[in-house]
């Protein structure tokens, strides 16, 4: 990675403080999935601790990020704290596959970065079938007629949601390590449709959008997780950026660059005054709901949209998001045992606004990871 001197300070400085931090807080999550020390979540008791998810549920879209967030640390470090971690939360998650009436299109979150990472590194057979389950769940979810992978059980047949483009790299994976198409005809033919369906002219994108079941066209979009129908849900942004990206460069297919950049393009004229994303880009300018986690989100997919095309731009607007955050959103303290702060679950939650989110510390983590130099691709 092609950094100033300043530039490389940082960025040791911060992956000092996250190893510093995580191999404190690592063993304190042995046998548990962490998800968010905030209080405000669930009616719980203690701030600054993290809940855990194998408990409230272990099936929750999430449960991939600290393994995940365990195995960049290992990778970065080599340190074993990190791999018995990692190793720890995989083995959890097996309870998940036995609740398979509530798996869904997050499969991909799950299992790409937990076992998909584990069997990359290590070629074990365990963790080689947990992926590949997971993979052939999320082939099971696609609509041929449609030609998209639905979202969500239940009556929402025709649901898609642009989050999804994070879960189809393990369709990537399962093509080649299986050596067969199809996985990846499912991927592209997704990937495809929700060009059409979720990425707007301005660069702005769809949340969730209902498809016809037959042809696949827009029948109502929805708000989701941001302010309104119309809106532009800023974590949805950054799903789309690092998602269409990383399918460039699974396929090499230009057109899924051009659209990274498109929502890229959008997300820095949104935040370029301080760098700090609002919950939503669209939303009425007060009151101001920040989401740390779209910018940790869309900072991974500017650094490969960087390295793809070596437009300094994006590795700028990255090293502002990251620098921004350090600044005002990080919390190195032990008694707190989240680094990002102002996470936000979705506009309309009291609960779930300005917390700490498993997904937040997993792409801020990434980033500085990409940064170091590391290049294992994770998704
Ligand atoms: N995939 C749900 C979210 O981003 O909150």
């Known amino acids: 990675m092609d950094l100033r001197a300043d530039e490389r300070e ?17 063993p304190l999550q042995k046998g548990r999935i962490p998800y968010t020390t905030s209080s405000k979540w669930h009616n719980r ?66 299992w790409n970065i937990s076992s998909g990472v584990n069997y990359r590194l290590f070629c074990n057979t365990k963790s080689k079938i947990r992926t590949a389950i997971a993979a052939d769940i999320l082939a099971s979810r696609y609509n041929c007629e449609g030609k998209f992978i639905r979202a969500w059980n239940g009556d929402m047949t025709g649901w898609v949601i642009i989050d999804s483009m994070m879960n189809i790299p393990l369709l990537y994976w399962a093509s080649r390590e299986y050596n067969d198409p199809r996985f990846e005809y499912i991927a592209k033919n997704h990937a495809d449709t929700l060009i059409k369906t979720h990425i707007r002219d301005d660069g702005s994108v769809v949340h969730i959008a209902d498809l016809d079941l037959k042809t696949g066209d827009v029948k109502e979009t929805f708000g989701g997780q941001g302010y309104s129908v119309g809106s532009s849900w800023s974590r949805g942004q950054a799903w789309a950026i690092y998602g269409y990206v990383l399918s460039y460069i699974h396929t090499g297919d230009k057109k899924y660059l051009d659209v990274s950049k498109k929502a890229a393009d959008y997300f820095i004229s949104c935040v370029n005054d301080d760098w700090l994303p609002k919950v939503d880009f669209k939303a009425p300018k ?11 989100i869309a900072s991974c997919g500017f650094i490969e949209i960087y390295r793809a095309t070596g437009e300094r731009k994006y590795l700028d607007a990255a090293m502002n998001i990251l620098k921004a955050f ?18 936000t679950e979705r506009y309309h939650d009291d609960t779930g606004r300005h917390i ?14 990409k940064l170091k130099g590391n290049d294992m691709l994770f998704w």
């Open 356 to 369: 700490s989110i498993i997904y937040g510390d997993y792409f801020f983590t990434e980033a500085i990871y």
């Open 286 to 296: 007060e009151p101001v709901y920040y989401d740390s986690t779209a910018g940790a």
């Open 326 to 343: 350090n600044d005002n959103f990080c919390n190195w303290d032990n008694d707190e045992q989240a680094i990002l702060l102002m996470g």
């Open 10 to 26: 940082f960025v040791d400085s911060v992956w000092e403080k996250i190893d510093k931090k995580l191999s404190y807080v690592a």
């Open 45 to 110: 008791t203690v701030d600054g601790t993290y809940c855990d998810m194998r408990r409230i549920d272990v099936s929750w879209w999430t449960n991939g990020f600290w393994p995940g967030l365990m195995w960049l640390m290992y990778v970065g470090t080599k340190k074993e704290i990190y791999r018995a971690a990692a190793q720890d939360t995989e083995d959890i998650l097996d309870e998940a596959f036995l609740d398979y009436d509530r798996l869904h299109h997050d499969v991909g979150f799950m």
